[in-house]
């Protein structure tokens, strides 16, 4: 079955720095790739995703980038500002499978202002 | 509803007891998840609902866990003979087809005494 791997675990930025956090897949048939994005004591939100037709997707301040090859994805988020302190899970799936999303362990974001 | 609803959003229980936690996806969802999620630890893959087709319950972890679905509608996981590592938050989700956006509850936090 799927695996994914997601780093930091931690991550630590100044407001207005950039962040960037990374995951590894192992199931080469993934073609759905969503982050999501928790606060404390709430559900995870999605807040971007990419399929694997494209090697990049943007949304404001937030980006994703997709290496099939590698099996690699990473969200970048730039001008990081405090309300971004959260934790973020990646995830991957094949989409219309019928199976679940795999989630990857999560990482802390801290943005001291 | 608007949201995927959980209820209860905290339940204290003593060990061995058997708890009911309950998920109403959003109006039309096909698809319903179940997740675990331990204190500061990733999204853990418990049970995945698709229509009326085979639930896969690969990631239940024992069988003191179980889950329905009434159709398309709402699902309750049941948790037997509860120990004090089943302390977490169960995280139920809905989408409307294979692979697309997955909308999550706010969770149900249970704890085992």
């Known amino acids: 079955g799927e695996n994914v791997e997601q780093h930091p675990s931690t991550l630590s930025v100044q407001e207005g720095d950039s962040a960037v956090i990374k995951c590894t897949y192992s199931?080469?048939?993934?073609?759905?790739f969503p982050w999501y994005k928790q606060e404390l004591g709430k559900g995870p939100q999605l807040i971007i995703d990419i399929r694997s037709n494209v090697g990049e997707k943007k949304d404001q301040r937030i980006a994703v980038t997709l290496n099939k090859t590698a099996k690699h994805f990473s969200l970048h988020i730039t001008e990081t500002q405090p309300e971004d302190s959260a934790v973020y899970f990646c995830a991957a799936v094949i989409y219309q499978a019928g199976t679940a999303l795999i989630f990857g362990k999560g990482t802390t974001l801290s943005v001291s202002s | 509803g608007a949201g995927v609803s959980q209820s209860p959003s905290n339940k204290v229980t003593e060990k061995g007891k058997d708890v009911e936690l309950r998920c109403d996806p959003i109006?039309?969802?096909?698809?319903l998840y179940w997740y675990r999620q331990r204190l500061g630890q990733g999204l853990e893959f418990l049970i995945y609902?698709?229509?009326?087709?085979?639930?896969?319950k690969s990631g239940l972890p024992s069988d003191r866990f179980s889950a329905e679905r009434t159709g398309e509608s709402v699902s309750t996981l049941t948790i037997q003979r509860t120990q004090q590592e089943d302390s977490a938050v169960y995280l139920c989700a809905s989408s409307s087809l294979f692979g697309n956006t997955i909308y999550f509850g706010e969770g149900s936090w249970l704890t085992v005494v």
């Open positions: 199931d080469s048939a993934s073609n759905y």
């Open positions: 109006s039309g969802h096909t698809a």
């Open positions: 609902f698709q229509g009326n087709s085979a639930p896969d």
